[in-house]
């Protein structure tokens, strides 16, 4: 697993956990950091609209992709509230969706761990040279 972030304290967090390679860069300033592709990419309360592009060319033919971050709304309910950082309503579906298979989509509020609005999306990539539509690939 490869895990980044600008923070180079979370790579201190890291160290010793088995099978984790930490990269400190910063996504929003710097070229993106990776060459190779990822069968797999998770991420989490972080937006950064420029890097959709990046992220869907990092991901491996049916690779597997689960973002989830904030979401218009949350602004009611603390931070992140600056809009720049909130996602409109079916952000994630129509940046995404039209690339991948949606597996899962999910707009709204949640109370736990704390209330917040969020939206969720787990999307595969289609094979390549598929001749299936991207909504029926094979998983």
């Known amino acids: 697993m490869t895990a980044v972030d600008r923070d180079p304290g979370c790579g201190a967090a890291l160290r010793g956990v088995h099978n984790v390679d930490f990269v400190c860069a910063d996504l929003e300033a710097a070229p993106w950091p990776f060459t190779s592709v990822f069968d797999a990419i998770v991420v989490?309360?972080?937006?950064?609209?420029?890097?959709a592009g990046a992220l869907l060319a990092a991901l491996a033919p049916e690779g597997l992709l689960i973002y989830e971050t904030f979401a218009a709304g949350n602004e009611a309910f603390?931070?992140?509230?600056?809009?720049?950082?909130?996602?409109?309503p079916r952000e994630l579906l129509d940046t995404l969706g039209a690339e991948l298979r949606v597996l899962a989509f999910e707009d709204g509020y949640v109370a736990s761990p704390k209330p917040a609005m969020?939206?969720?999306?787990?999307?595969?990539?289609?094979?390549?040279?598929?001749?299936?539509?991207?909504?029926?690939?094979p998983l």
């Not at 603390?78 to 409109?88: E, H, Q, T, V």
């Not at 969020?118 to 690939?137: E, F, M, V």
């Open 44 to 51: 989490t309360n972080y937006l950064h609209r420029p890097l």
């Open 78 to 88: 603390g931070r992140p509230s600056n809009p720049d950082y909130l996602l409109a």
């Open 118 to 137: 969020i939206q969720r999306i787990a999307a595969r990539k289609s094979p390549p040279g598929s001749s299936l539509p991207a909504d029926l690939c």
